[in-house]
Nanobody, 125 residues
Framework: QVQLLESGGGSVQAGGSLRLSCTTF????????MAWFRQIPGKEREGVAA????????YYDDSVKGRFTISHDDAKNTVYLQILGLKPEDTAVYYC??????????????????WGQGTQVTVSS
């Protein structure tokens, strides 16, 4: 059974930084796509970053380029999201998501099979 476990959220002041982690359990597929999404109440989940290690590629939403960095450590089955220069508008629940194989629509939540439980990020001004 595939499981994703996020950690690293919290409350920070604007300008601060956080590193979110997503550790996966229960699969051994060498080709996968991992993404981070965020969601605020009343709005759809939006993709902010993704990684396709097989192809050596990373993807970012324009709104977070230069501040968010996605990376992976296959030895630990963990994907990270480093966030610098946090802004109040980054406040959301952040979810990691997994799919097997490539997708050309990394930003679409419907492309992912498995999801973590979410971790809250709150940024105060």
């Amino acid at each position: 059974q595939v499981q994703l476990l996020e950690s690293g959220g919290g409350s920070v002041q604007a300008g601060g930084s956080l590193r979110l982690s997503c550790t996966t359990f229960g699969y051994a597929d060498n080709s996968y796509f991992m993404a981070w999404f965020r969601q605020i109440p009343g709005k759809e989940r939006e993709g902010v970053a993704a990684i396709y290690p097989t192809g050596g590629r990373t993807y970012y939403d324009d709104s977070v380029k230069g501040r968010f960095t996605i990376s992976h450590d296959d030895a630990k089955n963990t994907v990270y999201l480093q966030i610098l220069g946090l802004k109040p508008e980054d406040t959301a629940v952040y979810y990691c998501a997994l799919r097997f194989g490539y997708t050309g629509r990394w930003y679409a939540s419907t492309e992912y099979y498995f999801w973590g439980q979410g971790t809250q990020v709150t940024v105060s001004s």
